[in-house]
């Protein structure tokens, strides 16, 4: 579909009024192929003249909630999820702030061939006008750490509540327009999938809360009587015990792992030399004794990592943004027992 190329001989004003026809035609296939769930986090779409570009936004006025901005230029075609307005980022900085190490594993978790911008602007509250002063961040999201996000995410949100500046937030992505002319149609589920991709850092930066569960998936097990058990030798035997809430990517169900945080792994250690750590677990009815903690570098993050069977099972009954309860038990001899279930 070539949405982004007019045609010079027809004249500049022809060929500007083909090409925005061309975007709109591309938006309204692109918004009716999407997910449900995508379309009600996104139910605005439509095209914008000033700009010459095209979106999907949260809020009916576009620009005071997230969007996504589809640009056509000669040479690229971009992709680009803002956060610009004044109040939507303040919001979203305080979700931010509170759950740093959630919005580093959604940004990373999109690669090297998307781009984050934390753009710092001084800001003229009586007519909203903004000019660009300097970039907090400006580079690839698999290029930032999750110290470096959450120093910069601290710094946008204080920034932001003065009245003298504007801290924009942007995630984009570029691809040549000759190769997305040549996509033709094609170029629908691709963006789709880009599109869906976004979904968790909207929800996640207007602090809603997670969608109900399809329909055909089986709800998050509730607690076991294996939970029991498990918390009862815990009682009587055990020398150390935590429970803990994680909240589970896309990432982490389609390879079959579980974060913890760094403040856990001391829990699995034995010696400075320790990497790994095998553990017991009960899921459902089961007990799974082929899973492991492993120690992950620079910053010594605890994370369970899942045999295939237990990764079937969290396939089966999780989905991206869903909650999981771990609740782990050291005994007396020193071995450990995990329990994974919903959380109610």
Not at 25 to 43: G, M, S
Not at 61 to 89: H, M, Q
Not at 192 to 197: K, P, R, S, T
Not at 313 to 342: C, Y
Request: charge should be negative.
């Amino acid at each position: 579909m070539p949405v982004f190329m007019a045609f010079g001989w027809a004249g500049e004003d022809t060929a500007l009024e083909f090409a925005l026809s061309q975007m709109e035609v591309f938006i309204e296939a692109l918004y009716h192929n999407l997910p449900r769930d995508t379309q009600a986090q996104f139910p605005y779409y439509g095209l914008d003249r000033a700009s010459q570009s095209v979106y999907l936004s949260t809020e009916e006025d576009p620009t005071s909630g997230p969007y996504i901005a589809f640009s056509a230029r000669p040479s690229v075609w971009e992709l680009s999820f803002i956060v610009n307005d004044k109040a939507a980022l303040k919001k979203a900085f305080s979700v931010a702030t509170g759950r740093p190490a959630t919005l580093f594993d959604y940004v990373v978790e999109f690669g090297a061939h998307w781009k984050l911008r934390i753009q710092q602007m001084e800001y003229d509250p009586d007519s909203k006008t903004s000019t660009h002063y300097k970039d907090l961040y400006n580079d690839a999201t698999s290029a930032i750490s999750d110290e470096q996000l959450a120093a910069d995410i601290e710094r946008a949100s204080f920034l932001n509540g003065e009245d003298q500046w504007l801290v924009p937030l942007y995630l984009s992505r570029r691809r040549n327009s000759e190769k997305v002319s040549a996509m033709r149609v094609a170029l629908i589920p691709t963006t789709v999938e880009d599109v869906n991709a976004l979904v968790p850092l909207a929800k996640l930066l207007t602090g809603k809360a997670r969608q109900a569960k399809k329909k055909a998936r089986p709800a998050p097990p509730p607690p076991t009587s294996q939970d029991d058990q498990a918390e009862e030798a815990g009682q009587e035997e055990g020398t150390a015990e935590f429970t803990y809430i994680s909240e589970l990517l896309g990432l982490h169900i389609r390879r079959g792992f579980i974060n913890l945080t760094p403040r856990h792994w001391p829990f699995f250690t034995v010696s400075a030399r320790t990497e790994t750590r095998p553990v017991t677990l009960l899921y459902g009815e089961q007990k799974d004794e082929k899973c492991a903690v492993w120690r992950l570098v620079p910053d010594d993050q605890a994370r369970i990592v899942l045999s295939p069977a237990v990764h079937d099972w969290l396939e089966e009954h999780f989905e991206p943004g869903d909650p999981i309860k771990v609740r782990a038990i050291k005994k007396s001899d020193n071995s450990i027992t995990l329990t994974l279930g919903g959380v109610e």
